[in-house]
T-cell receptor, first 115, second 110 residues
């Protein structure tokens, strides 16, 4: 079992450029999360999906961030245009649907550096 | 509002010494509390949950509702315990949202 797969692992871009991150959750996990982790901070929720529906996107800065999970499996998080303050690690996590035991399965993260 | 506070960014102890990583929370209801760990070059993973009242890798954590705390303890630290530790809170209701603290980097010195 590969676990949650994220790509790219590292991305360096100049400010105002677009960037996209991809996540493939564990097979059968219908609930998917994107978290933002700034340096020296804990993960902060950006968006949660149940299948293809975004059920909690209240923390997603919608002016520049967007996400999609068209077929209820893989998900993409996009930033356009990127700003210096977006430099962070973007974590994807998944879990089975239904009752939440508190255990999330995280990917290795995508580290973004905006110059 | 849900909030988790880990007052120590860094904690360094010697091998064999006791370890206590502090966690305080703010939540109006009855939360569930968790500890997550991230070892070097590994992904973030669940260490233990308060509801299970279990000991994992020698670590235990007791939920103290009076003090709104969930400190992680281990009587004898080992070098392989060096990692980032995050306390997390799950509030009930429709959100099903896991809120993390800022994390504590634990270093065990030989």
């Amino acid at each position: 079992e590969a676990g949650v797969v994220q790509s790219p692992r590292y991305k360096i871009i100049e400010k105002k450029q677009p960037v996209a991150f991809w996540c493939n959750p564990i097979s059968g996990h219908n609930t998917l999360y994107w978290y933002l982790q700034n340096l020296g901070q804990g993960p902060e929720l950006l968006i949660r999906y149940e299948n293809e529906e975004a059920v909690d996107d209240s923390q997603l800065p919608k002016d520049r961030f967007s996400a999609e999970r068209l077929k209820g499996v893989d998900s993409t998080l996009k930033i356009q245009p990127a700003e210096l303050g977006d430099s962070a690690v973007y974590l994807c996590a998944s879990r089975p649907s239904g009752g939440f035991s508190g255990e999330l399965f995280f990917g290795e993260g995508s580290r973004l550096t905006v110059l | 509002a849900q909030r988790v506070t880990q007052p120590e960014k860094l904690l360094s102890v010697f091998k064999g010494a006791p370890v206590e990583l502090k966690c305080n929370y703010s939540y109006s209801g009855s939360p569930e509390l968790f500890w997550y760990v991230q070892y070097s070059r590994q992904r973030l993973q669940l260490l233990l949950r308060h509801i299970s009242r279990e000991s994992i890798k020698g670590f235990t954590a007791d939920l103290n509702k009076g003090e709104t705390s969930f400190h992680l303890k281990k009587p004898f630290a080992q070098e392989e315990d060096s990692a980032m530790y995050y306390c997390a809170l799950l509030g009930w209701g429709g959100a099903q949202k896991l809120v993390f603290g800022q994390g504590t980097r634990l270093t065990i010195n030989p």
